[in-house]
Each structure stands twice: as structure tokens, then as C-alpha cells.
């Protein structure tokens, strides 16, 4: 009790006066549905988070629809929204926005799609079934063969493939960025257990796609001691336009390829703090890397991925303990460290379902911080925000996260 109350007097009254630091803070894919495996409760409700939930206890909780009607469910989609843009005008597809953040320029006028390294289970390409959307996480020494070796026998002209690390890929097809909104490849993470001949259905410009697929399939079939025995496309896209930015200097600290190209396209500086010690360190090292941050910036998104991760490989009970590291190494010393005025959010930007690892676009649970809010009775988990019935459209909790609403 004395932490919890520690952390709301701190939230509190750091908010009345001086100069307010902005910060959101997004744990992709921590949103779930109850798992058998927890015993019928989410990973939200069965980690133990006295962090989060003091915050909770001192803030303002509900939840936000980030993914506009109509739009791809994902976290390309859905950040954009966070950072306070229309995706409906803005987003063009994903697999452009993970070139930018690869460190390739981008061209006007090109088809960028996203391609997966896969592991595909069966006796011919269309009776196949999708095993690993990931290649089982095939290691980019092993994959960037792969892909030299495809663009020497599958690709060629127009369109070249690029490994950009492990399991992904971004083919780049010059002059053909008119095709983008014809090409609906489901993504390979929302097709695990599914066989292929499901979703090899689709447009007239989607059938030479379907035959490089075939023909990946063929040559990574032959002579290959990796998983990885086909690609799979998805994300097609060109490149977008984003308005100015708003006022202020702006930061994202974030690893993963998408939100690095996001930062790239915004023109917004990106700090990405290392993986490779383990994800207790890395916790350790972003708590850091954030409270310095604010130190130089006026607003931080701060992105944290792991939980998304885990949900696609389908592991509820990781995901619970994860949640729980992120409490302890992340959430908790990071607002006892922060020594000026600010106003946070702490948001999943969607759901995914750690039992079937894909995504879902119901609105997703959020957490404010020193906007006047009298708190919550209840935890940080999807129903205790549900009940409160504060819900919102991404717009609105980007205004009141800016002090406009």
C-alpha cells in the first residue's frame, strides 16, 4: 500500500505547475482475450503488476479505438493513430514503412511489399499449411543467402528482394505502386495452421505474385539445411505523405523495424536500445534510455514490443511473465525516476490473441496520468477498463494527451 500510494501522490502532483513533459508509453499487443492455459483469465489479469495497477489506482483508465473501420488491423495502423495521425489518409501500406526503417530510401512511384521467410508443412505448395510465420526465427546469417539466392532465380528487372533482418524481406518492384491497393495478401502471422490454397485467391494483379511464390517454394525446397522452404507477401504499400509535426521536440524509442521507419518517414529522432543481454537488461537499459529522453524532449513514445511477439508464437504463459517483468524492470522504476512535470498514457495499441496470434481491432485498453482524474478502482487489466466506460476514439486520447480536449 505505501508504494501505491507513493506512486499516485507522485503522479499527482507533479501536474500542477511548470513545464509538462508528454510521454506515451505503448506495450504492443498486451491486450488479450481469456486463455485456457491461465486458467480462463488474461495475461493482464493473471500478472502480477502492483505498478501498473497503483497507476491505475492514481489515473484515469478506459479504452481507445486505434484502428479506424475499414483499415488493416495491426500495429502499423494503429501507432500511427497513437502519434496523432489520420492512417486512413496517411497509411499506404506497411512493408514501405519498414524499408525506411531498414535505411533504404524511399522511392515514389514503387511497390514495396513485405515477404516472410516461412516454414510450410506438406507435400506440394498449395495443400501446404503455414507452420512459422518467422522461419521458426531464422538467424539473418543464415536467411540473407536465401535471399541472394532468390533474387538470382525467382526475381529480376523490375523487382528485387531485400533482407533487411531474420525472416523479413522487402521486395521493391519499381514503377508499380498502383498495384499496392490490389495486393491483399493476408499477413503470414494470421495464417499459422492455415493451409495455403485459403488465401491464394485474389485479383488479376495478385497472380504474379502467386507464381513467385511457387517458384520461391520450389528452389528454397532444393538444397536448403535452413526452415525457412518458402516466402509469403504481404503489406503492400508506396510511399506515403505525413503533414508537418506537431510543435515540440519529438522522440520514438523503439526497436523494431516498423517504428523505426515510422520514425524515419515523421522525421522524428529514433532511439533504439539494445536486445542482446537479455530482456531483463533490456528493461534496465530502456528505463534509462526513456528518463534521458525526457531530459532532452518534450514528448516521448516510448514502444516496447516483447508482448506482441510472444502472443503470435502462441504463448499466453510467457507473455503473463513477461508482463510482470515489464511491471517490475520497466513501469515501476521508471516513474519513481522521473523528476519533472508530465503527462503520460500508458496504451496497448491492439490486441493479439496469444491462442490464435493474430490481432484484433476492438478498442484496446488505455491508462492516463495526471489529467485530473479521481482513479480507478480497479487493476490495469482489459475489463477493469472496459467497465469504466471511457471510450474513445484515437483522435480524442491524442487531444486530451495533449492537453487540446
Not at 517458384?215 to 526452415?227: I, P
Not at 505523405?241 to 523495424?257: D, K, S, Y
Not at 508464437?313 to 513477461?322: F, G, I, N, T, V
Request: a negative charge.
Amino acid at each position: 500500500m505505501k508504494h501505491k500510494a507513493c506512486i499516485a501522490a507522485r503522479s499527482i502532483r507533479r501536474h500542477k505547475g511548470g513545464h509538462m513533459k508528454q510521454l506515451t508509453i505503448v506495450l504492443d499487443g498486451i491486450a488479450d482475450r481469456p486463455q485456457q492455459k491461465l486458467e480462463g483469465k488474461s495475461p493482464m489479469e493473471a500478472a502480477k503488476t502492483p505498478g501498473l495497477d497503483a497507476l491505475c489506482a492514481a489515473g484515469k483508465a478506459g479504452t481507445v479505438r486505434t484502428i479506424p473501420q475499414g483499415l488493416e488491423i495491426g500495429s502499423a495502423v494503429a501507432n500511427l493513430s497513437l502519434l496523432g495521425y489520420d492512417p486512413a489518409g496517411t497509411y499506404k501500406g506497411r512493408a514501405v514503412i519498414e524499408a525506411a526503417g531498414a535505411g533504404l530510401a524511399v522511392k515514389q512511384g514503387a511497390l514495396y511489399v513485405r515477404c516472410n521467410f516461412v516454414t510450410l508443412e506438406g507435400q506440394s505448395f498449395e495443400q501446404s499449411v503455414m507452420q512459422s510465420y518467422s522461419a521458426h526465427d531464422i538467424e539473418t546469417p543464415k536467411a540473407r543467402p536465401l535471399t541472394q539466392r532468390l533474387n538470382e532465380e525467382v526475381f529480376g528487372g523490375a523487382a528485387q528482394l531485400i533482407h533487411t533482418d531474420t525472416f523479413r524481406n522487402i521486395l521493391v518492384v519499381d514503377g508499380a505502386a498502383r498495384e499496392a491497393e490490389q495486393l491483399l495478401f493476408t499477413p503470414a502471422h494470421e495464417m499459422i495452421g492455415n493451409k495455403l490454397a485459403e488465401h491464394l485467391h485474389g485479383c488479376a494483379a495478385m497472380q504474379p505474385y502467386f507464381d513467385m511464390l511457387r517458384k520461391a517454394y520450389d528452389v528454397l525446397s532444393k538444397d536448403n539445411e535452413t526452415k525457412a522452404n518458402g516466402i509469403w507477401f504481404w503489406g503492400a504499400s508506396y510511399a506515403p505523405h505525413f503533414g508537418p509535426p506537431p510543435p515540440g521536440r519529438r522522440v520514438i524509442l523503439a526497436e523494431t523495424t516498423l517504428m523505426r521507419g515510422i520514425a524515419a518517414l515523421l522525421h522524428t529522432d529514433c532511439v533504439s536500445t539494445a536486445e542482446d543481454a537479455g530482456f531483463e537488461q533490456y528493461l534496465k537499459d530502456k528505463t534509462a534510455d526513456a528518463i534521458h529522453a525526457l531530459e532532452e524532449y518534450d514528448y516521448a513514445y516510448i514502444h516496447i514490443q516483447k508482448l506482441d511477439d510472444l502472443s503470435h508464437e502462441l504463448m499466453p504463459k510467457e507473455k503473463a511473465h513477461a508482463i510482470e517483468m515489464i511491471d517490475s524492470f520497466f513501469i515501476q522504476p521508471f516513474f519513481a525516476q522521473i523528476r519533472m512535470p508530465y503527462s503520460a498514457m500508458i496504451v496497448s495499441d491492439h490486441y493479439t490473441f496469444s491462442d490464435s496470434g493474430g490481432h484484433g481491432a476492438e478498442p484496446a485498453p488505455f491508462l492516463l496520468l495526471g489529467h485530473g482524474a479521481d482513479g480507478n478502482a480497479g487493476r490495469f487489466t482489459e475489463p477493469c477498463c472496459r467497465e469504466t466506460g471511457f471510450d474513445l476514439t484515437a483522435p480524442q486520447l491524442v487531444a486530451i494527451q495533449r492537453g487540446e480536449g
